[in-house]
């Protein structure tokens, strides 16, 4: 099949978190973005599996960018999730120690905190610990309190910032794997690049390199410097809604010898998250992100040291994320080998955090970039910088929920019981500006199916209400990427 050639200023590599916070940035300059994915949704990567803190900046070294943007990028949250509507919560985090050594932790990490510029920041006793949260074990003697932390949902924050790019006109291709980076010199012999997918041929004068895992690869066709990701898998279990105020902060344990233990901490949806484990993935790509008995079974155990009635059942679910590591710190800055592209590379914990402030500082590389090869790279007058979510109508009043039936009655038709999801909320995801026609598309969107029953019951209507949106047939609609097609065919013909 030929494919589609397309022209571009700025050509981003990869929808996660920090590509698509980089999009909605230059989405406030008139020229022209692309985001290409290479799955069929965004957040796909590590940004739609980790354990949604907002960190607080105490953690990081000083003077690393780790540290610059960990700090800025938890100031940054309040705001915008007021301004993309995406659940966040300033819950603040607990490192909990559970003897001298650990506390020695406590205090280094504190005097980091103090150096990163962390704000509010507090040592307190066990009791005072307990007194905060009383499933606490007996065990811990003191912890450092960072009122600062806070909660957030990444993948909808990631397509919150997705979204609103893409109402400033930035463009998204979903499900179209960069397989090949060439550099030319394109009409009046300006540097140039040419970028293939399946389905395009896209000329862009600067790429962005914000793959994930994939950024050696990306880096390696474009001729460019050896990134060698290491990665590391990190499980997780997520316990169902009726357990979300077991615990009302995040709480760490403090690092020792057997590794950085887990954290207990509600979501910003309202469910108890236990996890991550830290494993060397030996599996291939298709199953690094499955999780085992032994994994699960495993955080449990190190969960129940820091909140020993974490109860057994309750769980929901579980999932694992990837952590894309490169060396000791972020690697972001224009490559030293092939002008025009920028890396943005090693992205591992807090890249979630860090992510906003991140887009600012490249999308600044971007646009000096796009000035040097005579783009006019000038601020919109008319940039959008607000983006209406979809409303939760489990969160509603009943006055909210009649109102909202007065207007389109398809809000008072519950497709999810668990999570308590109308049709009405399910066709808005559909109709969003970035839509993706998919039963895991839907349900990072509206929640749909991420309930007790994990879409049981809901699915097959979601299913059809995806089939008459996307016009496709019944049994065409798909989980997630390609080959995860639901239907089978017909048992009989009615
Ligand atoms: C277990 C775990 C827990 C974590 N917890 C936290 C936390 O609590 N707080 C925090 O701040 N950070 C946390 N992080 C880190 C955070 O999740 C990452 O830093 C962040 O998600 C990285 O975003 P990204 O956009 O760089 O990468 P990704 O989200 O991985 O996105 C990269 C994208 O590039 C795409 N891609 C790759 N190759 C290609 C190609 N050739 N063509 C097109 N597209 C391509 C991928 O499909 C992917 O969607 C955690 C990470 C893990 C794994």
Redesign the pocket.
Same mark, same amino acid.
């Given at each position: 099949m030929e494919s589609s050639k397309r022209c571009t200023d700025v050509l981003i590599?990869?929808?996660?978190?920090?590509?698509s916070s980089i999009a909605r940035e230059l989405s406030r300059y008139s020229i022209r973005t692309l985001l290409?994915?290479?799955?069929e949704d965004?957040?796909?990567?590590?940004?739609? =599996?980790?354990?949604? #803190?907002?960190?607080a900046g105490y953690d990081p070294k000083p003077g690393s960018l780790m540290a610059k943007y960990n700090v800025k990028g938890c100031a940054m949250y309040p705001q915008l999730s007021r301004d993309l509507e995406f659940p966040y919560r300033p819950v603040g985090s607990l490192v909990i120690a559970f003897d001298e050594k650990g506390m020695e932790t406590v205090r280094e990490l504190y005097e980091r905190g103090l150096e990163n510029g962390v704000p509010d920041m507090e040592i307190i006793t066990g009791d005072q610990a307990r007194r905060m949260e009383p499933e606490l074990s007996d065990a811990v003697v003191g912890a450092l309190y960072a009122k600062s932390a806070g909660i957030i949902s !990444?993948y909808e924050a990631t397509i919150a910032f997705a979204e609103n790019a893409a109402v400033n006109g930035v463009e998204f291709l979903l499900e179209? !794997?960069?397989?090949s980076i060439e550099k030319i010199k394109a009409g009046t012999e300006e540097e140039a690049f040419v970028v293939k997918t399946d389905h395009y041929e896209i000329e862009a004068k600067v790429v962005i390199n914000? =793959?994930?895992?994939?950024a050696g690869?990306?880096s390696s066709m474009a001729g460019a410097e050896k990134i060698e990701i290491s990665e590391r898998k990190?499980e997780y279990t997520l316990y169902d809604r009726n357990l979300g105020g077991f615990v009302s902060t995040v709480i760490f344990q403090t690092p020792d010898e057997a590794g950085k233990g887990v954290l207990v901490t509600p979501t910003a949806e309202g469910n108890l998250l236990l996890g !991550?484990s830290s494993d060397p993935i030996e599996e291939g790509e298709e199953t690094a992100t499955a999780t085992t008995q032994e994994g699960q079974d495993k955080i449990f155990k190190m969960g129940r040291k820091s909140t020993p009635n974490l109860p057994f059942g309750g769980a929901i679910t579980g999932f694992a994320? #990837?952590?894309?590591v490169f060396g000791s710190d972020f690697y972001i800055k224009p490559s030293d080998m092939v002008p025009g592209l920028i890396q943005?590379a090693g #992205?591992?914990? !807090?890249?979630?955090?860090?992510?906003p402030a991140i887009a600012e500082d490249v999308a600044q590389m971007a646009v000096q970039l796009l000035k040097e090869r005579g783009v006019d790279a000038s601020l919109k007058e008319n940039w959008i910088s607000k983006r209406k979510g979809i409303p939760s109508v489990r969160e509603m009043s009943w006055e909210e929920r009649n109102a909202l039936c007065q207007e389109d009655p398809s809000f008072g038709q519950i497709v999810c019981r668990c999570e308590t999801v109308t049709e009405g909320q399910i066709r808005m995801a559909l109709r969003s500006p970035i839509p993706v026609y998919t039963i895991d598309g839907v349900k990072r969107r509206c929640r749909a199916g991420m309930g007790r029953c994990q879409g049981s019951f809901c699915s097959p209507v979601v299913m059809r209400l995806i089939s008459e949106a996307a016009g496709i047939p019944f049994d065409q609609v798909r989980k997630a990427g390609k080959g995860t097609e639901i239907g089978q065919g017909k048992l009989k013909e009615i």
């Open positions: 590599v990869g929808g996660g978190v920090a590509g290409v994915e290479k799955r965004l957040a796909r990567g590590a940004s739609g =599996a980790n354990s949604g #803190i907002v960190h !990444p179209e !794997p960069v397989y914000a =793959a994930g895992a994939g690869l990306v990190g !991550p994320g #990837i952590r894309a943005v #992205i591992c914990s !807090p890249g979630l955090t860090s992510a």
